[in-house]
């Protein structure tokens, strides 16, 4: 892999994370259609590197409020006051989001393996991706309900769309924001919970893939590295703010048409 190239799949990696489409389909996409291999040996430090920089670009731009949370948090389990229950519920909840992902996505992997990273199955997803912000857009910008009245089965049920949405093709942003919706939470309480719930499962992934990933690398592998982390990290920035802009103001219906056409391309094209 040339620096370029690292530099490539960095910036659609980061731009593409928190945005409704899929970033695992665009990826795939790109690496077929411009024949990018990232190869066998080095694929899971990459994949690895690019989620660290999702993480630490949430972790970022999300700063001042994951200080107050993690404050509140640690203050409610001395002191109980009613000042702090709202974001240590809020923190348990998403514990909770985080345990349903992966015990789902444990199941998943189990029983589908990599079965669902054909071309045209790929497709299918992203087509239903773009459907689902369709239907986001126009039906499901009403709901009234705030970070204090999030339920426990909320979060049950958000945890799950998340483990879906790992599925090629799928959106992790768009899955859990299009249930959060639906669930009648309002654009920003269902924003701020799905955003920072990518925290702990991108840094679990992480964490657990570190051991095998304990090996000496050649200078033009530390070079794509370190090009598609920069990248990557700098340009997930950019698409938290997008997103958060587009939410506010409605307008997915953009990625929606991107989604679809992305699928009509990986079932003609690839």
């Known amino acids: 892999m040339t620096w370029f190239e690292a530099l490539l799949i960095g910036f659609v990696q980061g731009i593409s994370e928190f945005l409704p489409i899929s970033s695992t389909a665009l990826m795939l996409i790109v690496q077929r259609l411009l024949h990018i291999s990232i190869g066998e040996d080095f694929k899971l430090a990459f994949e690895t590197f690019l989620h660290i920089a999702s993480v630490l670009a949430v972790i970022v731009y999300f700063r001042y409020d994951l200080k107050q949370i ?3 948090f640690l203050s409610h389990l001395k ?18 989001s985080t345990l349903i992902t992966i015990f789902t996505v444990t199941v998943l992997e189990f029983y589908v393996g990599d079965n669902l990273t054909n071309p045209s199955t790929v497709g299918l997803f992203l087509v239903i991706t773009g459907l689902s912000l369709i239907v986001m857009e126009h039906g499901l910008s009403h709901g009234i309900r705030s970070l204090p009245h999030l339920r426990w089965s909320d979060s049950v049920i958000i945890g799950l769309a998340q483990a879906i949405s790992l599925i090629p093709g799928m959106s992790r942003t768009g899955s859990t924001l299009f249930v959060a919706l639906l669930l009648g939470l309002d654009k920003k309480t269902s924003l701020r919970y799905s955003i920072i719930l990518s925290i702990p499962v991108f840094l679990g992934m992480s964490l657990l893939k570190l051991p095998d990933l304990i090996r000496s690398y050649n200078e033009t592998q530390l070079l794509a590295l370190t090009t598609a982390f920069t990248t990557s990290f700098l340009f997930a920035l950019v698409g938290i703010r997008w997103i958060i802009s587009l939410v506010e103001n409605t307008k997915l219906s953009y990625f929606a048409c991107f989604c679809i056409a992305l699928g009509f391309l990986s079932w003609g094209w690839l």
């Open 70 to 72: 993690s404050s509140d």
């Open 79 to 96: 002191t109980k006051q009613p000042s702090t229950q709202t974001n240590f519920r809020f923190t348990v909840l998403i514990i909770i």
